[in-house]
């Protein structure tokens, strides 16, 4: 799932439809097995519903995306929550 979420985001900073409110947007890279990758979610999410505010980005793919990255979150968050393992608390390796 992260990867295909990781691969959604690229493509929207390519397509000719969402290139321009996808341009700021920081590149996505998750890793579940970083202790900062709640965070990352998080920021992302709240990044991308404010391209929603703006009308910058009112297609499907980019509600896609926020729905994707929200499951993801979900399940990190709740369904998986003690049975993550943590090998790593690096930010600046989720920034690269």
């Known amino acids: 799932m992260k990867r295909e979420l ?3 985001a690229a493509d929207l900073r390519r397509d000719s439809e969402t290139t321009y ?3 700021h947007m920081p590149e996505l890279y998750l890793d579940i097995h ?5 965070y990352k979610l998080w920021t992302y999410i709240s990044l991308v519903e404010g391209l929603r505010q703006r ?6 793919e ?4 926020e729905h994707g990255l929200r499951q ?3 399940i990190l ?9 943590f090998k790593v608390f690096d930010c600046a390796a989720l920034e690269r």
Not at 55 to 60: D, I, L, P, Q, V
Request: aromatic share 6%; with cysteine.
């Open 6 to 8: 990781t691969q959604m």
């Open 21 to 23: 409110c996808m341009a």
């Open 34 to 38: 970083n202790a900062c990758v709640m």
């Open 55 to 60: 009308r910058c980005a009112y297609t499907k």
């Open 62 to 65: 980019v509600r896609k995306l």
């Open 72 to 74: 993801l979150f979900i």
């Open 77 to 85: 968050g709740e369904k998986c929550h003690g049975d993550l393992v």
